[in-house]
């Protein structure tokens, strides 16, 4: 790997005191950070690479966990529509209809999208069918992530879109060989259960159990978003959805639940014992009207909250700068203008993603020793903030900025997108393929 130097305005690593550095450039070796290097003892022939960005910040990659590259195809498609109408009338048989080429678009899509806003590591949550073709793709993109089939053995909302629990057992295991760890350990293999009223029992406990034999895989399923979803599980299983989840045993410190905007007091204390991870996604639970996530309860509880974008349809982005955003300011009528400030916000997109996913001693934060997934961000645009202090940072990141401040991108120390060119697709082709292949797809239902 061509060792490089980067050279910016300042750092915001995210580390565990939070530091802002200055006057400090980024050593790169073989697409690890190696050092932080003074200003005043930079030897530019040392490198093969000296990138002179002194107008712009370093930040680390944004990690999101929960998202889905198979939907972004169909945005703008499913307006106005609560959780489970809209899985019934348009997602469902959206996903149902695709076939490998129009994944592989929807899938190239979403990378694109993700790496020109800076996120360089996700949780995918897959779609029912042609599993591989996702994983593929980010293999091959140079993206960090999670992803894997998503499985569905009851299906009483779109009947034609499920499997049986024992092709979906089989195709699991074949899928998790192949690709877990895969691309140096890059990609990793997640289980994905859609949610508790599309799962039998028997799928959601034995997926778990072989599970284990994946180590640093997770368990990815959605939980508790709206309350026709929870009074539907109510009804089933005399039960809340996390106590599910929990009678189950399938709750731990390698489950990430999506949403959790509908919790009981006695559901939260099962996820703060079992350690089980939530990913919030403001943006979906405000556009389905599912809720508002007690997220500041939850910290105070000392449970995991990271922030994903979900689909692009109930969206309709896959930006975390909305995320971040929304997460932030949805709270504050409610609980008062203290709550969730922009560093804790900026932290849950970035080490505290890391954490969820086990992967803070690989990424999320900018330290010697960690892969260099980081992101060049513009923070002297006209519409940020004119101060330059180390504390406005994190609300110049989080309430100022979109996805156009950011300029270039980098994973395992290489560029993906650099001063806003992305260096592994072409962008029309990519929007021509999406529109052929909607086309085509809407057809088939
Ligand atoms: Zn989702």
């Known amino acids: 790997m061509i060792n490089k130097l980067v050279i910016p305005k300042r750092i915001v690593t995210a580390d565990s005191q939070d530091k802002v550095l200055k006057n400090q450039a980024v050593e790169i070796i073989n697409g690890k950070i190696a050092a932080f290097i003074p200003f005043e003892k930079i030897?530019?022939?040392?490198?093969?690479?000296?990138?002179?960005?002194?107008?712009?910040?370093?930040?680390p990659g944004f990690i999101q966990t929960h998202i889905h590259l198979s939907q972004t195809l169909f945005r703008g498609l499913a307006e106005d529509l609560p959780l489970l109408d809209w899985l019934r009338l348009k997602i469902f048989p959206f996903e149902n209809a695709h076939n490998e080429n129009s994944l592989k678009t929807?899938?190239?899509?979403?990378?694109?999208?993700?790496?020109?806003?800076?996120?360089?590591?996700?949780?995918?949550?897959?779609?029912l069918r042609y599993g591989n073709v996702v994983l593929e793709e980010m293999i091959s993109s140079g993206i960090r992530g999670f992803s894997g089939k998503?499985?569905?053995?009851?299906?009483?909302?779109?009947?034609?879109?499920?499997?049986?629990?024992?092709?979906?057992?089989?195709?699991?295991?074949?899928?998790?060989k192949t690709?877990?760890?895969?691309?140096?350990?890059?990609i990793k293999y997640s289980f994905s259960p859609r949610f508790v009223l599309s799962c039998s029992e028997n799928l959601l406990k034995e997926t778990k159990e072989i599970m284990k034999d994946y180590p640093g895989s997770m368990y990815h399923t959605h939980s508790s978003e709206s309350v026709d979803e929870i009074n539907e599980v109510r009804k089933r299983f005399n039960k809340e959805n996390i106590e599910y989840f929990n009678s189950i045993e399938v709750l731990d410190d390698h489950t990430v639940l999506a949403h959790c905007v509908h919790t009981s007091e006695n559901e939260r204390k099962m996820l703060k014992d079992k350690k089980t991870r939530i990913a919030h996604c403001p943006s979906a639970n405000l556009k389905l009207g599912s809720g508002v996530a007690p997220i500041p309860q939850y910290l105070k509880d000392g449970i995991s909250v990271t922030l994903g974008a979900d689909g692009a349809p109930c969206n309709n982005n896959l930006s975390i700068f909305n995320e971040m955003r929304l997460a932030s300011l949805i709270q504050k009528p409610i609980l008062g203008a203290e709550v969730l400030d922009a560093k804790t916000t900026f932290r849950m997109a970035t080490i505290e993603g890391a954490k969820?996913?086990?992967?803070?001693?690989?990424?999320?934060?900018?330290?010697?020793?960690?892969?260099a997934d980081l992101v060049l961000i513009d923070?002297?645009?006209?519409?940020?903030?004119?101060?330059?202090?180390?504390?406005s940072v994190?609300?110049?990141?989080?309430?100022?900025?979109?996805?156009?401040?950011?300029?270039?991108?980098?994973?395992?120390?290489?560029?993906?997108?650099k001063n806003r060119e992305s260096l592994i697709y072409d962008q029309q082709e990519l929007i021509a393929n999406g529109k052929e292949h909607l086309k085509k797809l809407l057809k088939r239902i």
């Open 43 to 59: 030897q530019r022939e040392r490198y093969q690479e000296v990138y002179d960005v002194i107008n712009l910040t370093l930040i």
């Open 106 to 127: 929807t899938a190239k899509l979403s990378i694109n999208e993700l790496l020109m806003g800076g996120t360089t590591t996700f949780l995918d949550m897959g779609t």
């Open 150 to 176: 998503c499985l569905i053995d009851i299906n009483d909302l779109y009947s034609d879109f499920k499997s049986t629990a024992k092709k979906e057992i089989s195709d699991i295991i074949n899928l998790a």
């Open 179 to 186: 690709f877990h760890n895969s691309a140096d350990g890059r």
């Open 356 to 371: 969820a996913l086990h992967l803070q001693d690989e990424v999320g934060s900018i330290e010697v020793g960690k892969k």
């Open 379 to 391: 923070l002297d645009s006209y519409s940020n903030s004119y101060s330059d202090s180390d504390e």
């Open 394 to 417: 994190y609300s110049d990141i989080v309430f100022s900025s979109t996805t156009e401040n950011v300029k270039s991108v980098m994973v395992d120390g290489k560029w993906l997108v």
